[in-house]
């Protein structure tokens, strides 16, 4: 698979040099009034350096001086801040990530789609029961149409938290038995190339949201790529299984 280069950090700084956008950039890392030497030990330069690079971002409007009281004797050091309209400097690679864990299971795991599917599930339980999710207090068990509704609006509305784009597809389509058209997949580029994998964690992650709930529905289909960022994921009853506990992970 091709992938597309980074983009230089200078391009993400509106046209910074390099060394000034990795100054401001260390800024957003950091969060906190942080002093030039505490940059320049960071970045491996000069104390002048970070200092010229640091008047410069204040100059620029880019960053702000904070004067720390100081409790000793001397005077207070001044700590400087990225301001909050300042561009995001700092240069971070998930999808390079994605790319190289989904490649790995790819190549290396005797069962890819089945280790993607299992890893999906698991951060679906662990979406349920994080606090604040949506459907987290969703009643117990059991074939309950009302139930059905809940749960498949849990995970629709889960994915659309994590990026996702999903809906119904069929016009008065009746739950539990339900299709839902998935678009704008945030791990669309990923999965290009590495299909099996990717889809499987998409699949294991409302999986696993369902499980949690105890939903009397389950995927019982997972179309990927129908046309361009867009799947459908097919929703219907399933036999009814014994009771779990939250966080015990119901049998398969």
């Known amino acids: 698979m091709t992938t597309t280069p980074a983009q ?3 391009d993400r700084a509106h046209g910074l040099g390099p060394t000034r956008a990795r100054v401001l950039g260390t800024l957003q890392d950091l969060r906190a009034p942080s002093t030039a030497a505490e940059v320049a030990e960071r970045l491996g330069i000069h104390l002048n350096t970070a200092r010229f690079h640091l008047d410069g971002l204040v100059a620029s409007g880019l960053a702000e001086r904070a004067p720390v009281e100081r409790r000793g004797p001397g005077r207070p050091q001044v700590h400087y801040a990225a301001t909050r309209g300042a561009p995001q400097a700092a240069h971070r690679s998930y999808r390079l990530l994605a790319e190289i864990l989904s490649r790995h299971l790819a190549r290396h795991a005797d069962d890819p789609g089945g280790e993607g599917l299992e890893a999906g599930r698991d951060y ?3 979406l349920v029961r994080e606090p604040g999710a949506a459907g987290a207090d969703a009643p117990g ?5 009302r139930e059905a509704r809940g749960a498949v609006a849990t995970v629709v509305e889960t994915l659309d938290r ?4 999903s809906r119904p597809v069929e016009d008065g389509a009746r739950l539990p038995d339900v299709t839902v058209e998935v678009t704008n997949c945030p791990f669309l580029e990923v999965a290009e190339g590495h299909l099996e994998v990717v889809c499987a964690v998409h699949r294991g992650l409302m999986e696993g949201m369902l499980d949690e709930l ?3 529905v389950g995927v019982a ?3 990927p790529l129908v046309s361009p960022s867009r799947c459908l994921a097919r929703f219907a009853t399933r036999p009814s299984r014994p009771a779990t506990t939250p966080g015990e992970q119901a049998p398969r």
Request: charged share 25%; net charge negative; glycine share 20%.
């Open 162 to 165: 994590l990026g996702f784009d």
């Open 214 to 216: 105890g939903a009397p």
């Open 221 to 223: 289909r997972l179309d």
């Open 8 to 10: 230089p950090v200078a």
């Open 141 to 145: 068990h059991g074939a309950d149409l």
């Open 124 to 126: 679906g339980r662990f």
